[in-house]
């Protein structure tokens, strides 16, 4: 099983702030690599996939990199709107997902 | 647009077995570039992968749960479902039912249900 390593775990970020959130896979999964937003009491919310590719309505200051075992997640600049929990997700052996165990951003 | 939506009891006793239906609505279960799935968050936790069906029935399960879960499909409904049995307290948590679009240089989760909170107590 592919196993999806975030880091941190937990971050505070002031408005206007780059805030990075990385994502590392335990083998190459090339681009299968989707991010995730999700808000207390809602479902997970698609902001990009293929790694890099940026989901229809989501606005442009989030942004992806990486391919192979290392990603980036960047938002910026930082909104009071962005305080949620963030997820990568591994997409490489779909239908056998699996995903990061989560990054919490809330506001300094 | 593909729509999801879980129900079921949210309520299921130690050693029992969990029950839920997932209806799809605004398209066809029946598509080739779509795989039907169950994902869940324990309560302040991460979300793990349950397992997934194709439209012609081929299954994946998550090694971790596998003995214990069974995920079907009625394509004459438009739903497909989850069981877990042998159900104890960790198994607490709200379970998503999902759909995932599969293309040739993406795959993703591309609609989750509301969620729905299943709660193992006596």
């Known amino acids: 099983d592919i196993q999806m390593t975030q880091s941190p775990s937990t971050l505070s970020a002031s408005v206007g702030d780059k805030v990075t959130i990385t994502c590392r896979a335990s083998q190459s999964i090339s681009t299968f690599l989707n991010w995730f937003q999700q808000k207390p009491g809602q479902a997970p919310k698609l902001l990009l996939f293929?790694?890099?590719s940026l989901q229809s309505g989501v606005p442009s200051r989030f942004s992806g990199s990486g391919s192979g075992t290392d990603f980036t997640l960047t938002i910026s600049p930082f909104q009071p709107e962005d305080v949620a929990t963030y997820y990568c997700?591994?997409?490489?052996?779909?239908?056998?997902?699996?995903f990061g165990g989560g990054t919490k951003v809330d506001i300094k | 647009q593909l729509q999801v939506q879980e129900s079921g009891p949210r309520l299921v006793k130690p050693s029992e077995t969990l029950s839920l239906t997932c209806t799809v609505s605004g398209g066809s279960i029946s598509t080739n570039d779509h795989y039907w799935g169950w994902i869940r968050q324990p309560p302040g936790k991460g979300l793990e992968w349950i397992g997934s069906i194709y439209y012609r029935g081929s299954t994946h399960t998550n090694p971790s749960l596998k003995s214990r879960v069974t995920v079907s499909i009625d394509t004459s409904k438009n739903q497909f479902y989850l069981r877990l049995s042998s159900v104890t307290a960790a198994d607490t948590a709200v379970y998503y039912c999902?759909?995932?679009?599969?293309?040739?240089?993406?795959?993703?989760?591309?609609?989750w249900g509301q969620g729905t909170l299943v709660t193992v107590s006596s």
């Open positions: 997700q591994q997409s490489y052996s779909a239908p056998r997902l699996s």
């Open positions: 293929a790694a890099s």
């Open positions: 999902e759909s995932d679009l599969v293309g040739g240089t993406y795959r993703y989760t591309d609609s």
